[in-house]
């Protein structure tokens, strides 16, 4: 059972959003996403620092810094990521072949928006489509 179903580009801001798995839980999506992140900048040379999840809380500021900064100088900001949780999606599937026509089957998707904030504005479409590209090979 995947953690996370799908993930698609916003239209508006360079940033996803991320739906969960059926009837799995905030925190496991949460977990999920932000492996996805660490892996994704990791390759790309940079260090994604995650925050711990909190039922309370809906929004998440995670800082990405440069894996090797130069000599002598402290960790270079690179972008933030900001990941907002949305309310659950509540779903009604209909079984087949039971023995009455109307059996729902009710499940509920967690919703995540996931906001590439960089340092060099113009490049954030670039990499919310990179790491689009990359989340989808992980998922399939």
């Not at 991320?18 to 009837?23: A, D, F, I, M, P």
């Not at 040379?45 to 000599?71: H, L, M």
């Not at 729902?104 to 479409?125: C, H, I, M, R, T």
């Not at 670039?126 to 998922?139: M, P, S, V």
């Amino acid at each position: 059972m995947t953690t996370i179903d799908n993930i698609v580009e916003m239209k508006r801001e360079p940033g996803v959003i991320v739906v969960g798995g059926k009837n799995v839980d905030a925190e496991e999506v949460f977990d999920g996403l932000n492996g996805f992140l660490s892996e994704f900048y990791l390759v790309n040379g940079f260090v994604f620092v995650s925050k711990p999840f909190k039922d309370s809380q809906t929004k998440y500021s995670c800082p990405v810094y440069v894996a090797e900064p130069e000599k002598g100088k402290k960790a270079q900001k690179h972008a933030t990521i900001k990941i907002e949780r949305f309310r659950k999606k509540r779903r009604q599937e209909f079984v087949k072949e039971w023995d009455f026509p109307y059996a729902p089957f009710e499940y509920s998707q967690q919703v995540f928006g996931v906001y590439f904030n960089l340092v060099e504005q113009d490049k954030a479409k670039t990499e919310r489509d990179n790491f689009l590209k990359y989340a989808k090979q992980q998922l399939n």
